[in-house]
Every structure is written in structure tokens, then in C-alpha cells.
T-cell receptor
Framework: GQNIDQPTEMTATEGAIVQINCTYQ??????LFWYQQHAGEAPTFLSY????GLEEKGRFSSFLSRSKGYSYLLLKELQMKDSASYLC????????????FGAGTRLFVKA | GAVVSQHPSWVICKSGTSVKIECRSL??????MFWYRQFPKQSLMLMAT?????????EQGVEKDKFLINHASLTLSTLTVTSAHPEDSSFYIC???????????????FGDGTRLSIL
């Protein structure tokens, strides 16, 4: 079956670093994506990983281990505006390259 | 970057009304578009994959006759919620990729979503 797990909620302090974990079990794998979604808005693309390792993009980094079915999103120098839901998504080539989304992790950044 | 436009952004209508939502790729051609539905505090659930010039592929449990999808051109897909009822109230979002989803280096680009409220 298809399953993507990530924590429901996390709280962190402004200026700190937070790591949001994601584990997945899918029929196939063709890339893992992280999206940010503010309440009432559509998701916006943050990063993707298709090979194992760390991808860095400014304050955001994403890591992938395909053998473990595991990824994390690392947010550095947290800002209040980073309070949002973070969605882990896996593209599965079986059945038409659909992208399957996790339920999202709601991050609360406090002063 | 790739831009996907979705219209309308908000719809409030009476039960029994049919509602059409448009999704356009503004600066690229999209042979494949995706329609999602999201209930509050829940994940995006894929409803169907819209294929230009052919029938849409619906996910299990999604009623084809209830949610009509038309992808008549390479830049436009429409979702029509027919005879909408209060339980259809949700956030509907479309997305598209530059290569129809085949290239893992290309993420999905989302429209701004349509909030549908059925009274």
C-alpha cells in the first residue's frame, strides 16, 4: 500500500533549527518533494530529492535515504513566517506518476 | 517559473447547483493536470488525473459522474462539481508539471485553489 508518515505538529523557537521527518512506503519511487502550505492557501514547492543525500537551498535543506524510505526537511534560522504546514510528497511512477502527499506537519514558531 | 492559474478562488452556492472550476497553465503546456481535494487539517487527496484529449483517470472512490473533468487544450482543464451538496464543500486544488509528471526533477506547480462552500 501507499503510506507517508510525518508528525502532526511541531513547535520551535524563532531563530532555532527544526527537523521534520517523513517516512514513506510506496509501490515505486520517482522523487520526494517538500511543500509549504499556509492556512487557506495552495502548497508552494520547497525542495526535492531523487538521489540519496542532502540538498541545501538557503535556509531549507532536505535529506533522502531511499533504502530506509526516509527523508527530513531541515529549517534553519526559523522566522515567524515559517509557521505553516509542511507536506512530504512522493511521486510514484506506477499507475501514472501520481504524487502522494502526507498529511502534513503543522509547525508553530514562537517568539 | 511555471505558473498555474485557478479560477474562481471562492464559491458559495446553494445545494443542487453545479460549479465549474478552471485550471490554466499560463506559461507552459500541460498534457497532464491533477485535481486534489483537501478537507480542513487533512492532506491533499488526489481525485483524478486530467489528460489532454482523452478521458480523465479517477482515483478509487471518486464518482466520475459527480466530478466531471474536461481537458480540451494543453493549457486548460476544468472540474465541474455537478449537483453539489454540503458534503462537497472543500478546498479544491489543481496542479500541473512541465513534463506531465515523468521527470522527477520537475515538481508539481499548484493553482491557488478554490474554496467551495455549499449551503
Amino acid at each position: 500500500g501507499q503510506n507517508i508518515d510525518q508528525p502532526t505538529e511541531m513547535t520551535a523557537t524563532e531563530g532555532a533549527i527544526v527537523q521534520i521527518n517523513c517516512t514513506y512506503q510506496t509501490s515505486g519511487f520517482n522523487g520526494l518533494f517538500w511543500y509549504q502550505q499556509h492556512a487557506g492557501e495552495a502548497p508552494t514547492f520547497l525542495s526535492y530529492n531523487v538521489l540519496d543525500g542532502l540538498e541545501e537551498k538557503g535556509r531549507f535543506s532536505s535529506f533522502l535515504s531511499r533504502s530506509k524510505g526516509y527523508s527530513y526537511l531541515l529549517l534553519k534560522e526559523l522566522q515567524m513566517k515559517d509557521s505553516a504546514s509542511y507536506l512530504c510528497a512522493v511521486r510514484d511512477p506506477t499507475g501514472g506518476f501520481k504524487t502522494i502527499f502526507g498529511a502534513g506537519t503543522r509547525l508553530f514558531v514562537k517568539a | 517559473g511555471a505558473v498555474v492559474s485557478q479560477h474562481p478562488s471562492w464559491v458559495i452556492c446553494k445545494s443542487g447547483t453545479s460549479v465549474k472550476i478552471e485550471c490554466r497553465s499560463l506559461d507552459f503546456q500541460a498534457t497532464t493536470m491533477f485535481w486534489y481535494r483537501q478537507f480542513p487539517k487533512q492532506s491533499l487527496m488526489l481525485m483524478a488525473t486530467s489528460n489532454e484529449g482523452s478521458k480523465a483517470t479517477y482515483e478509487q472512490g471518486v464518482e466520475k459522474d459527480k466530478f466531471l473533468i474536461n481537458h480540451a487544450s494543453l493549457t486548460l482543464s476544468t472540474l465541474t462539481v455537478t449537483s453539489a451538496h454540503p458534503e462537497d464543500s472543500s478546498f479544491y486544488i489543481c496542479s500541473a508539471t512541465l513534463t506531465g509528471g515523468v521527470d522527477p526533477n520537475q515538481p508539481q506547480h499548484f493553482g491557488d485553489g478554490t474554496r467551495l462552500s455549499i449551503l
